[in-house]
């Protein structure tokens, strides 16, 4: 009698969202509660598990295999996975996620902000213990506010998040590199060196990595009383063939510089082709310097000055905010300073 009137109430298969109403809860949190992924109060969980014995309610044997095995996959979403600067600290996390017996899935976003927001909802709905944003956020209000609108959630329901240098207004652990703070200190060892006419090749200014790289080269420069004119900066794709194009373009421009700055060691290892190719030698006829210390760039012929980042180390680090143990709802932030190397990619003005 009584499977009857179940039946007639919640038909011949009983919801989650069935036991959820019952219970007065979320179906996110009696699903937490049923499969046992997430801690969930003792309460709540006696009143879920009361209300699935009281309706019948039989588990979908299919649903409960994905979420246990999306309990143990991380998500990473990069801008490019290609990009040398991007592929060293996804080792880093690789090697953190082996450890632990974790899954990496990694996407590449090739910049497109629409891109990293759809890579996000589909973590989310694959019910990924974790979500790891590597790269540089955007400046840009709207994109914001999407990223925000889905992450909030997921967080709510016991998914983690942690960034390497993303926008300062998302409130999630963030492993930072001090880009400012870097190209700063780059500045300052060119100047030592007795330059004065710079010019710096940058990517997209609403991405917050180039512009802090950008503000803290240009600020250490105006603090020596040297000029950084409009003319000298050359915007271009954040890639080997965008560091080609924007030196060709700064040649065409015929300013006389004795030092260019890229923002990435991936934009000088373009730049030098193109230098090379217009017959100008590297350092005799201008210094180039970059950022990140990317594999390889110590090989170059001359080798690359940069300002070193520990890359597989940020990866590792990354990894671990996104799986500690949350003493506070407070969001953490690991600061990490980059090394200026000197390298024969710079020398003295002659």
Avoid: K
Avoid at 1 to 18: I, S
Avoid at 168 to 191: H, I
Avoid at 215 to 244: C, N, S, Y
Avoid at 311 to 322: C, E, F, Y
């Amino acid at each position: 009698m009584r499977e009857r009137e179940r039946e007639r109430e919640h038909g011949p298969h009983v919801t989650l969202h069935a036991v959820a109403r019952t219970a007065g809860v979320s179906p996110a949190t009696a699903s937490r509660a049923l499969n046992g992924t997430t801690r969930v109060r003792e309460d709540l969980r006696r009143r879920v598990i009361d209300a699935a014995e009281q309706l019948g309610y039989i588990p979908n044997a299919h649903a409960q295999a994905l979420a246990s095995a999306s309990n143990n996959t991380v998500g990473v979403i990069c801008h490019d996975v290609g990009d040398p600067y991007f592929s060293a600290i996804a080792g880093g996390v690789m090697a953190a996620a082996a450890e632990r017996d974790l899954l990496v899935m990694l996407a590449s976003t090739f910049r497109a902000p629409a891109r990293e927001i759809a890579y996000v909802s589909m973590l989310r709905a694959q019910r990924a213990r974790a979500i790891l944003l590597i790269g540089s956020g955007f400046q840009d209000p709207a994109w914001e506010r999407s990223l925000a609108s889905e992450l909030t959630p997921y967080m709510r329901d016991g998914g983690r998040v942690a960034v390497v240098s993303r926008h300062r207004g998302l409130r999630v652990d963030t492993v930072q590199p001090e880009n400012r703070e870097g190209a700063g200190a780059l500045a300052r060892a060119l100047l030592s060196l007795g330059h004065r006419e710079f010019a710096v090749l940058t990517g997209p200014e609403r991405l917050t990595t180039v512009a802090d790289r950008l503000a803290g080269f240009r600020d250490a420069l105006a603090d020596a009383g040297v000029a950084l004119p409009p003319e000298r900066i050359v915007e271009g794709a954040f890639t080997r063939a965008g560091g080609h194009a924007a030196a060709v373009e700064l040649l065409r421009r015929g300013r006389r510089v004795t030092c260019v700055f890229a923002v990435t060691d991936v934009m000088a290892v373009g730049a030098l082709g193109a230098l090379r190719e217009r017959g100008l030698r590297v350092p005799e006829d201008v210094s180039l310097a970059g950022f990140d210390d990317i594999p390889l760039v110590a090989e170059l012929d001359p080798p690359l000055t940069t300002v070193a980042l520990p890359l597989t180390r940020i990866g590792r680090d990354v990894m671990g905010l996104a799986l500690r143990e949350r003493g506070s709802s407070r969001s953490r932030v690991e600061r990490v300073r980059g090394e200026v190397v000197l390298r024969g990619s710079v020398a003295a003005p002659g």
